[in-house]
T-cell receptor, first 116, second 113 residues
Framework: DAGITQSPRHKVTETGTPVTLRCHQT?????MYWYRQDPGHGLRLIHY???????DKGEVSDGYSVSRSKTEDFLLTLESATSSQTSVYFC???????????????FGAGTRLSVL | KNEVEQSPQNLTAQEGEFITINCSYS?????LHWLQQHPGGGIVSLFM???GKKKHGRLIATINIQEKHSSLHITASHPRDSAVYIC???????????????FGSGTQLTVLP
């Protein structure tokens, strides 16, 4: 298994509170991703990172921010949690190496977040 | 319309049956991935295809680039194959510093003993 740890694994919080989810990798992969998974939807990309301090928005980035101060850590912050952000969040890593790469991704175990 | 459509959404089979899960997509791609999500939530990559067919144990994945279609087959299915199977594409148009996958919504497979 790829060395990816997500924390916490489960969290219940109240509307309006800030929440930070952590993804830690031991593979030294350059690329890291945050997805959310909701019933009836495929995994949807929130933000991704292509290096330390280099991040970009994905498909569903509103209400989320990210930071990557070290290669191994990628943090996802919900600035003011809303009930619509109740979801399962997955972190993934990859060694996408340009145009010839096929972007094989390795996933963490997920964080189940409930916003009440 | 989603770029990636999987069928069926749910599938129940008896142990030993041959299973087929389908994935259709609407854009040009450079690769297609099949992933498995275990009942506990963990997601693992099964195959990455850009043409032809790949086989791993009882799992076979095929792709037809011209028809924009891929299938995942499971031979001699077993209850431990019960999981969600997810198709994902890497579109040719994917841009940005990291080329991004587009995921289907998954097929829930249940294999009964």
């Amino acid at each position: 298994d790829a060395g990816i740890t997500q924390s916490p694994r489960h969290k219940v919080t109240e509307t309006g509170t800030p929440v930070t989810l952590r993804c830690h990798q031991t593979e030294n992969h350059r690329y890291m991703y945050w997805y959310r998974q909701d019933p009836g939807h495929g995994l949807r990309l929130i933000h991704y990172s292509y290096g330390v301090k280099d991040t970009d928005k994905g498909e569903v980035s509103d209400g989320y921010s990210v930071s990557r101060s070290k290669t191994e850590d990628f943090l996802l912050t919900l600035e003011s949690a809303t009930s619509s952000q109740t979801s399962v969040y997955f972190c993934a890593i990859s060694e996408s190496l340009g145009a010839l790469a096929k972007n094989i991704q390795y996933f963490g175990a997920g964080t189940r977040l409930s916003v009440l | 319309k989603n770029e990636v459509e999987q069928s069926p959404q749910n599938l129940t089979a008896q142990e030993g049956e041959f299973i087929t899960i389908n994935c259709s997509y609407s854009v040009g791609i450079s690769a297609l991935h099949w992933l498995q999500q275990h009942p506990g939530g963990g997601i693992v990559s099964l195959f990455m295809l850009s043409s032809g067919k790949k086989k791993h144990g009882r799992l076979i994945a095929t792709i037809n680039i011209q028809e924009k279609h891929s299938s995942l087959h499971i031979t001699a299915s077993h209850p431990r194959d019960s999981a969600v199977y997810i198709c994902a594409i890497l579109p040719l148009s994917s841009s940005g510093s990291a080329r991004q996958l587009t995921f289907g919504s998954g097929t829930q497979l249940t294999v009964l003993p």
